[in-house]
């Protein structure tokens, strides 16, 4: 749940050799930066979601961002969607139920976060029907990135690469233990509320909040080990890039380590000392190659 807003000076590289870098563009990037096209799909089951679509259509690299918990385009990303749409085509999903993706009510079965990822492949399928691009790279955090993961082991055809942050495979009762301890969420930081009390109004957010950690408690109850996307992980085949801030409250270290030995596809992971999950943790990008790992790394302390 995020949501630290600052502005920050961003360079768009390109690594195009081993070692050798090239700065193409040097950006300052505010929250209401870029101008904001919008777009929609209907689902198979008839849910309308809604997604941005910036940038030019015909670049080769497209990114598409899942939003964590509760977020949406704009509440989770929108620093990141100023900063690159300048440079790609940039896809940002509000999932059924958040944002401007509603109605239906958010509602929690199970399998929740396997419905986010088919409502991202949607997403996806939609906007590749036009561009030059036949696949993308996926960014996920929190539900995201158990969203995203899933997206990927499912559908290798459209997934060009894989960075995720914030993200667990199972949940535990120690990690119910953490969310129930931030069950309050007035007591929350209020940049990071802000956006969600507009979109939900406060009660509405600490319904949805509360409904969210029962769904969580009821998945480690009744799905064996816990198991949000622990298969999916080892069928992951392209490059996926794995963050984690060593400060995270959410996210101990044991998932990320579950990840680290269970990838099996080429990995890169790194760390952030004062990192943290309320943080937007990237704004430098890097590709190594056409077809290589996106690096993303900090150049600016959020606000927490």
Sequence with gaps: MIRGIAVAVVSLCFVV??????????????????????SCVTTADGIRI??????????????????GAMGFASSDYGPQLSALSG?????????????????????FPLDFVQREARDAVA?????????????????????????AVIFAAER??????????GGNAYVTQDDIDLYRAEWDTSKWPSETTAPLIEAYGAAGLQSMWTAWIDALDAIRRDIPDGDICRKEVGKISCPVL????????YIPRVHVAFFCENIKSPLEYKSFPDG??????????????ASELMYLSVVTAMCC
């Excluded at 794995?242 to 409250?249: A, F, S």
């Design 17 to 38: 050799g081993a070692s050798k870098q090239r700065e193409i563009q040097t950006l300052k990037v505010a929250m209401s930066g870029s101008k904001q096209e919008s």
């Design 50 to 67: 809604v997604y941005d679509d910036l940038g030019d259509v015909d670049s080769a690299e497209v990114l598409l961002f899942i939003p």
């Design 87 to 107: 440079q790609f085509r940039v896809l940002a999903m509000d999932p059924r139920g958040y944002g401007r993706s509603r109605p239906p009510v958010r509602d």
């Design 123 to 147: 997403v996806a399928e939609h906007a590749l029907r036009t561009g030059s691009a036949s696949s993308l790279t996926v960014c996920g955090w929190s539900d995201g990135a158990n969203a």
């Design 156 to 165: 290798p055809d459209l997934t060009k690469r894989l960075v995720v942050w």
């Design 242 to 249: 794995l963050m984690h801030g060593d400060e995270d409250e």
């Design 276 to 289: 943290k999950i309320r943080s937007l943790i990237f704004f430098h990008v890097f590709f190594k190659g």
